[in-house]
């Protein structure tokens, strides 16, 4: 087996991550946000991450299966309903959704 210095591997992982950022750069001032495609595209991104916030919450992995689901719904639900009563700021939303799933634990 051939045995790959550690210089090759680095230079593989920054051209792997310098260069997709490096188009993405180049192409982001010809892209118009108001455009059909970048609604699409931004519509997919908060799908996805909604899809995985609601997959953590009823099909969890690790640590979290052991809290019974009904803690994890309501410290979602407080978080949500803070983060909307607090003018859309996250860090309230999240904080408080922290403070409520680790009172339930008790």
Same mark, same amino acid.
């Given at each position: #087996?051939?045995? =790959?210095s550690p210089w090759a591997f680095l230079l593989v992982s920054v051209l792997a991550t310098t260069l997709p950022r490096s188009l993405g750069a180049l192409a982001a001032g010809r892209v118009d946000p108001n455009s059909r495609v970048f609604e699409w595209v931004t519509a997919i991104a908060y799908a996805m991450a909604m899809?995985?916030?609601? &997959?953590l919450l009823l099909l969890p992995t690790g640590p979290l299966v052991e809290a019974p =689901?009904?803690?994890r719904l309501v410290a979602a639900g407080?978080?949500?309903?803070?983060f909307f =009563? #607090? &003018?859309? &700021?996250f860090l309230y939303g999240f904080v408080a959704g922290v403070v409520m799933f680790w009172a339930l634990q008790f």
């Open positions: #087996m051939t045995e =790959i899809g995985l916030a609601v &997959r =689901i009904g803690d407080v978080a949500l309903a803070v =009563i #607090m &003018r859309q &700021r």
